[in-house]
């Protein structure tokens, strides 16, 4: 497997991750061994993408240009931006997600009563084909499980989430519907922005879904309201 690379500098490699590959070595190579076996240098984790998870991931060439990056996603000024697609209908069709996070069995999360530090998500949709309805989500914090398990508390859990969609319709998806699709900050003075669309699955390679995102291609400028 030849990862896929979006960009590179001499601080960072910008990869478009595969779905289904860990980011850490599980019971096979994960993301990060690979990517260091084929650039062959040593590269540094700055944030992550789960297994089902597909899209921009970025590396660092150094530890202090991972301490840089790594500064900014602490401090919310890298501007991450995902798609997915639901075979559910959402309670709401825009707007915001908040609420505290817990632990839940087996690994999962849920979210709570409280609201003490909540985890952040905005969003906007559309419909694309027959049960299908297309997701542009901007996360404003990094909980682990944060997308996933926000759309499911609006009734649409992302198609072949195994974790958090109804297990019987998740194992007949190719994959987990989720995909990192764009990147937005600025480093050293330098201004960055990345888009990638993905690039596996059926439902996200569809014509209804590459027009939409001709809509969505410059994220950033259908995110400027805060709440």
């Known amino acids: 497997m030849v990862l896929e690379i979006i960009f590179e500098n001499e601080d960072f490699i910008v990869f478009n991750k595969p779905c289904g ?10 993301f990060v061994v690979k990517a260091e076996k084929q650039q062959g240098i040593k590269l540094y984790s700055v944030h992550r993408l789960d297994k089902m998870t597909s899209g921009l991931l970025i590396l660092a060439k150094s530890s202090q240009s991972a301490n840089m990056i790594t500064k900014l996603f602490e401090n919310r000024q890298i501007q991450k931006f995902y798609i997915s697609i639901s ?11 908040k609420g505290d996070m817990g632990s839940a069995r087996r690994g999962s999360y849920k979210f709570l009563k409280t609201n003490d530090n909540p985890a952040i998500t ?19 914090t990094g909980k682990t499980h944060q997308i996933r398990v926000a759309l499911k ?23 987990g519907y989720l995909h990192a699709y764009a990147l937005k900050f600025s480093l050293d003075d330098v ?3 990345f888009v990638c669309e993905p ?15 001709l809509v969505w291609n410059k994220p950033w400028e259908l995110f400027k309201i805060k709440s």
Do not use: M, N
Request: aromatic content about 10%; overall charge positive.
């Open 21 to 30: 590959l860990s980011f850490h070595s599980e019971e096979g190579e994960g």
């Open 87 to 97: 075979t559910r209908k959402p309670k709401k069709k825009q707007g915001w997600i």
């Open 122 to 140: 905005q969003f906007i949709s559309t419909a694309l084909r027959t049960h299908e309805r297309f997701f542009l989500i901007k996360p404003h």
């Open 153 to 175: 508390s609006i009734g649409s859990p992302i198609a072949g989430d195994i974790r958090y969609a109804a297990v019987e319709d998740a194992k007949t998806e190719e994959r």
């Open 191 to 193: 201004e960055f922005s």
């Open 199 to 213: 690039k596996e699955g059926e439902r996200f390679v569809s014509e209804e879904c590459k027009k939409a995102l």
